[in-house]
């Protein structure tokens, strides 16, 4: 229940900042647009070392043969131009734990990444915008947190709820 009121509060937070944005107030740069609180979608955001990261899910709610579409946005708020050396191409994660806390499932299972030494580059108001789906056959139904992050900021996680109905 804490996690959903700071999700709306959150949302509120970013609905008020764009308003002024709109309103001339700042050049707030390329910004995804989010579902209104309450309509269908899970937000999360954590805002750490001039970046900020929002997580978003649509639906946050669906049966084990749905797809939950996840959304992670990686802007630099700092008004700085910062590199990020990765260790190999992939650039993001996203993983969904279950109500014990273990996880359920990784996007990158499975995968392989060119073993090369990668550079990404965030001009000041850069946004990075990655996308994946869940589909969740096998998995039993209840409360799960799902983590969004992008390799640069690994201490950077935001999480947000979903759940899976019969």
């Not at 806390?101 to 990404?120: C, D, H, I, L, P």
Request: with cysteine; glycine share 10%.
């Amino acid at each position: 229940m804490k996690l959903r009121r700071f999700s709306i509060v959150l949302s509120l937070i970013a609905v008020c900042t764009l308003a002024l944005f709109a309103a001339g107030g700042c050049d707030a740069g390329p910004v995804e647009s989010h579902p209104p609180p309450g309509v269908g979608g899970a937000t999360g955001a954590l805002k750490v070392h001039g970046f900020e990261e929002i997580l978003r899910s649509n639906p946050s709610s669906a049966n084990a043969t749905n797809t939950f579409s996840l959304t992670l946005n990686v802007r630099n708020l700092s008004g700085k131009a910062r590199s990020f050396t990765l260790p190999t191409a992939q650039a993001y994660e996203f993983s969904s734990f279950s109500p014990g806390g273990r996880e359920a499932w990784r996007w990158s299972k499975g995968m392989f990444f060119t073993q090369a030494v990668n550079e990404m580059k965030f001009e000041p108001g850069d946004s990075k915008v990655f996308k994946v789906a869940w589909t969740a056959p096998g998995v039993t139904q209840g409360r799960y947190e799902v983590e969004g992050y992008f390799i640069g900021l690994p201490d950077v996680r935001p999480r947000i709820a979903v759940k899976v109905t019969p």
